[in-house]
C-alpha cells in the first residue's frame, strides 16, 4: 500500500509547467496566432504573394522601353553624318564657263555649305541649300573636273565622285589673230632660194576682243611694210604699195613702187587663257612691179609669187 502510493502521480500543480493559472488563457491564445503556422496552406496567403511579381516585371519592362527610346529620340551626342555628295552630272556649258549638279542628301539634315574641288583644290563654294554650281572665266575648249565636299558644323563628307566637263571649242572662223609671228617666205615664180627667210611680223587687232580685222607690220629693213588685213570668217586679206626696189642705174634710180597683195588663212587655234587663239596660218603673198621710166632707161612691169607659214613667236 505505500509503495503504491510513493508511486501515484503527484498532485495536479506541483512539479509542472504545463498549466499556469496565473496566466490568462487569451494571452496563451495571442502567442500562439503571431507563431506562424507549421504547414501553411498553399492555397490561401502564399499565392496572392506570387500574383504580384508579373506586374512589377511589366512596369520594369515600360520603363526600360521608354528610357532606350528617349535616348535614340533626344541623345544630345548623336550627330547625324555628313553625308557624300552623290549624282554629279554636267550641265550646260558655253566656250568660257561649265555649269554641273548634284543630289540633295538622301536622309539627315543639309550641310551648312558645298565646297567646289578642281584638282585638288577649293574654287568656290555655295551654300547648303544649292544643288548646282556654274563656272566662268575658263579657257574655250578645255576639260575642267570637279568633285563636291558637304560640310556641316566645321565637319567635311568624303569628296564626290569627280565629273568631268568641257568648254565649249568655238570654230576656227573665231580664231583671234594676235601678237608676234615667226612666218616663213618661200618664193614660188620665181623661185629663189637666196630669197627664201623667215620674218618677224606682227598683228594688231582692231577690236579689243574676239576676231576682227587686223594690222599686219613687218621690221626687215628696207623690206618692212604695214597693211590692214580684213576678215572673212577665218581669211584676211589686203594690199599695200611698197617701196622695197629701186628702178636704174646706181646715181640715178627712181622708185619702183610694188603692190604687195596678201591672203592668209587660220588653219589651227587654241584656248589660251579666256580667248581662243590663232595658233597657226598658211597663204601666199605675190608682188607686183609697175613700169617706170625716164629719158634714158625704164624697168619693166613684173611679178613674184611667194607662200606664207606662219606661228606665234614663244
Known amino acids: ?22 496566466v490568462p488563457a487569451r494571452d496563451a491564445s495571442a502567442f500562439a496566432a ?6 501553411p496552406d498553399p492555397g490561401t496567403a502564399a499565392p496572392r504573394r506570387r500574383r504580384r511579381w508579373p506586374l512589377i516585371a511589366l512596369a520594369a519592362v515600360v520603363v526600360v522601353a521608354g528610357l532606350a527610346a528617349g535616348l535614340v529620340v533626344w541623345a544630345p551626342w548623336t550627330v547625324p553624318p555628313v553625308l557624300r555628295p552623290a549624282g554629279l552630272v554636267a550641265g550646260p556649258a558655253t566656250t568660257n564657263s561649265i555649269s554641273f549638279r548634284w543630289s540633295r542628301p538622301a536622309t ?52 564626290s565622285a569627280a565629273v568631268a566637263t568641257s568648254t565649249l571649242t568655238p570654230p576656227i572662223s573665231q580664231a ?3 601678237g608676234s609671228w615667226n612666218v616663213r617666205v618661200k618664193y614660188l615664180h620665181p623661185a629663189s632660194r637666196s630669197r627664201n627667210g623667215t620674218g618677224t611680223w606682227f598683228f594688231s587687232p ?6 576682227c580685222d587686223v594690222t599686219v607690220s613687218t621690221a626687215g629693213g628696207r623690206f618692212s611694210f ?14 599695200a604699195v611698197v617701196n622695197f626696189y629701186t628702178c636704174g642705174p646706181p646715181g640715178s634710180t627712181i622708185p619702183d613702187p610694188t603692190t604687195l597683195k596678201i591672203r592668209v588663212r587660220v588653219r589651227h587655234a587654241a584656248g589660251q587663257g579666256q580667248a581662243w587663239l590663232a595658233t597657226s596660218l598658211a597663204g601666199t603673198m605675190v608682188g607686183t612691179y ?22 606665234p613667236a614663244s
Open 226 to 239: 604695214t597693211m590692214k588685213l580684213a576678215r572673212a570668217g577665218a581669211s584676211y586679206q589686203g594690199q
Open 290 to 311: 609697175h613700169y617706170v621710166s625716164t629719158a634714158t632707161f625704164y624697168c619693166a612691169a613684173s611679178s613674184y609669187t611667194t607662200s606664207l607659214a606662219g606661228t
Open 108 to 159: 539627315g539634315p543639309l550641310p551648312d555649305k558645298y565646297l567646289i574641288v578642281s584638282y585638288g583644290a577649293v574654287t568656290g563654294s555655295v551654300p547648303g541649300t544649292a544643288t548646282s554650281y556654274r563656272q566662268a572665266g575658263l579657257t574655250p575648249g578645255s576639260t575642267y573636273k570637279y568633285s563636291v565636299v558637304a560640310v556641316r558644323g566645321g565637319k567635311r563628307s568624303p569628296p
Open 1 to 22: 500500500m505505500g509503495g503504491l502510493v510513493a508511486n501515484a502521480a503527484p498532485p495536479a500543480g506541483i512539479g509542472t509547467a504545463m498549466t499556469d493559472p496565473e
Open 206 to 211: 582692231v577690236c579689243t576682243t574676239g576676231a
Open 176 to 178: 583671234r589673230l594676235q
Open 34 to 39: 503571431a507563431a506562424p503556422p507549421a504547414n
